[in-house]
């Protein structure tokens, strides 16, 4: 395991604005670089993040396909997440991707940071697709609807 170290002084949660202290403290490591830097959620908020963000997307894209091309347009332009992300709570630094893993100071443990049943390789690739023919259809029915109106407003 690495050397970590301890919470910063005077810190607190960007989320719950609770204390960070070193029963809550967890710091994050970027890839490629392998560095680890003081994350800027408390613990539960992490978990929290690492049980929920994958389905969230899911729900979420779900929710604006009823209705607006433009929130499935920005959902899905990355594709669905894989990794623990936020970029006010675990800033990348240049160079970096993505989030790999967590340490705990809690527990002293480092865990993926792996999102709780996200996709990768085939599996990600055909729901990103499938998600990306919803968008088009909706962006053509978008189309569709608005050349009607300029048509009903030219007469």
């Not at 710091?27 to 490629?32: L, S």
Request: net charge negative; proline share 6%; charged share 30%.
């Amino acid at each position: 395991m690495s050397a970590h170290g301890k919470p910063p002084p005077d810190t607190e949660c960007m989320c719950s604005f609770e204390d960070i202290n070193e029963s809550n403290y967890v710091e994050y490591q970027t890839a490629p670089s392998e560095k680890w830097h003081p994350a800027k959620f408390s613990e539960p908020i992490v978990r929290e993040m690492l049980e929920t963000s994958f389905q969230r997307y899911l729900d979420d894209v779900e929710k604006a396909a009823r209705d607006c091309a433009a929130a499935v347009r920005r959902l899905v332009s990355k594709g669905p997440p894989i990794w623990l992300e936020d970029k006010h709570a675990f800033p990348l630094p240049e160079g970096d991707t993505h989030v790999v893993q967590v340490w705990f100071c809690s527990t002293n443990t480092e865990e993926t940071a792996r999102l709780k049943g996200a996709l990768e390789g085939a599996d990600r690739d055909n729901l990103w697709d499938s998600q990306k023919e919803v968008l088009a259809m909706m962006e053509a029915a978008e189309a569709s609807s608005k050349s009607e109106e300029e048509n009903e407003e030219g007469k």
